[in-house]
């Protein structure tokens, strides 16, 4: 079978350009408006710059529109990049995990999307993107992944039927947007704008005496405030409805499906066997009004704006989101009733050095010594910390699990299988064997790698830990 080396769609090259122009779219906006009239140096060799640096750009993304190419086999995707200097990546689809696709408002006016494959490692071969393709090339690439990992299901010709789990409603979605407190938002933001446009323009004297104004006429005062209330409100509902309405959480037999967007549209699949832990996290307004946000960590897994991609619903009510994690992964049972640690623990706990006191202490010291009364305050958090993490930290072992619940302000449950453990570490220095307790880690594999610690454990539990671990071993 003869495979061609395919480009992107040519709507790459707009995608790009947009996508340009919205980074560099605050220095056009400082050179070109804000400094319209000035004829300082670092303006105008600033602009000769930015206009440099856009053309080349724009040249960039003409050339890798035109000399980065893709092949699809049965067996690999061919990566081929560079002008001058010609790279070439090949990855098997046996080493792909997960995939997601992604759809901007860019992509919609095209009817275009974008398409991301994960493969569980780290570095530069950790991902391989499609960012600019047809719908129905996307169809096309997938199915290339369906046929090397469901076999089964290609000799019977009969594509697994979808089970829709959870559908976020507009009740879900304005107990997002309060949860989440991003109506919040708009006071500093609005400090942020006064503070930038003083940079630039005398609006002190004018601020100052539309503020005495409406300390004078407190009415206006109130309304003002209930009015931006409202919008934030508003403002808020909005963001979260763009950001999680039609969030769909589905799976068939082998894979987990995500998703969500409103105009930007992301989706996400993982087969279930792939995924390594489960992570529960509540904060405080999150176990006020019982709910909970699940992630699925795998090695594909990334921190920071995408872990959001792999999370279940982040605003789902506790029981309703145990039931469907049941149904979904039935070997990763959450468990209510753990084990709690003895008191002693929270003495040893209290008995570890604070190291931030020490640093406060001798940094005001040093340079404000009038502000050494900080330290105080710095040494009453570390001791309230310490008391809640105690109070909130439990384990449990059953089967083949482990889960460890830990946190006061932010809860965490993370539950995990012996098999997805990569590595188990079992501590104690002289303090701890005075106390008869240890410290486990264990890490997954994610990336970057998941690690768990564990403060406290008894030393008999540890190494009873450590002999469950071992027996994986020599199992294998």
Do not use: C
Not at 69 to 98: A, P
Not at 154 to 181: C, M, N, W, Y
Not at 184 to 203: E, R, T
Request: hydrophobic residues 45%; without cysteine.
């Amino acid at each position: 079978m003869t495979h061609f080396a395919k480009r992107y769609h040519p709507a790459y090259i707009i995608v790009e350009i947009v996508s340009t122009a919205k980074g560099q779219f605050g220095f056009y906006i400082l050179l070109f408006l804000l400094k319209a009239n000035s004829t300082a140096g670092w303006v105008i060799w600033g602009r000769y710059a930015l206009l440099a640096a856009t053309a080349v750009s724009v040249l960039s993304i003409f050339a890798k529109w035109l000399f980065n190419r893709y092949e699809l086999s049965n067996e690999t995707i061919l990566f081929r990049e560079g002008m001058f200097v010609k790279k070439q990546k090949t990855v098997s689809w046996d080493r792909i995990h997960s995939h997601r696709s992604n759809t901007t408002f860019i992509h919609r006016w095209f009817g275009l999307t974008s398409l991301t494959m994960e493969t569980g490692t780290s570095g530069e071969n950790a991902q391989f993107e499609f960012p600019v393709i047809t719908q129905g090339e996307k169809v096309r690439i997938l199915s290339y992944l369906e046929q090397k990992q469901n076999r089964d299901e290609s000799k019977d010709g009969i594509k697994p039927e979808r089970t829709v789990h959870f559908q976020a409603t507009r009740k879900d979605l304005i107990k997002a947007s309060f949860t989440s407190l991003s109506f919040l938002a708009i006071f500093p933001l609005l400090s942020a704008i006064y503070f930038n446009l003083a940079d630039f323009f005398s609006i002190e004297e004018s601020a100052e005496s539309a503020w005495h104004y409406l300390l004078d006429h407190v009415w206006i005062l109130i309304v003002l405030f209930l009015a931006a209330m409202i919008l934030s409100i508003f403002i808020a509902f909005v963001k979260t409805y763009m950001k999680y309405g039609n969030y769909v959480i589905s799976d068939d037999q082998e894979r987990i499906y995500i998703d969500k967007g409103i105009g930007n549209e992301v989706s996400y699949s993982i087969s279930k066997n792939k995924v390594q832990a489960v992570r529960v996290e509540q904060s405080i307004v999150k176990r006020m009004l019982g709910l909970v946000s699940i992630k699925l960590i795998s090695a594909g897994s990334f921190e920071g704006e995408k872990e959001e991609i792999s999370s279940l619903y982040p605003f789902m009510p506790k029981r309703e989101a145990y039931d469907m994690l049941h149904t979904i992964l039935p070997h990763y049972p959450i468990k209510e009733e753990m084990e709690r640690f003895p008191l002693k623990v929270l003495w040893l706990k209290l008995f570890q050095p604070y190291y931030l006191t020490i640093a406060a202490v001798v940094g005001l010291w040093i340079f404000k010594r009038e502000w050494i009364w900080i330290a105080g305050i710095a040494f009453g958090v570390s001791i309230l910390l310490r008391i809640l993490d105690y109070w909130f930290t439990s384990y449990t072992r059953h089967n083949q699990t482990v889960q460890i619940r830990k946190g006061g302000w932010l809860n965490e449950t993370f539950i995990t299988h012996r098999d997805r453990i990569q590595q188990v570490t079992v501590k104690h220095d002289w303090l701890d064997r005075k106390f008869g307790v240890a410290t486990i880690m264990f890490s997954n594999r994610a990336n970057p790698s998941h690690e768990s610690l564990l403060f406290g454990v008894s030393k008999e539990e540890a190494g009873i830990f450590y002999e469950w671990y071992h027996k994986k071993s020599v199992s294998n």
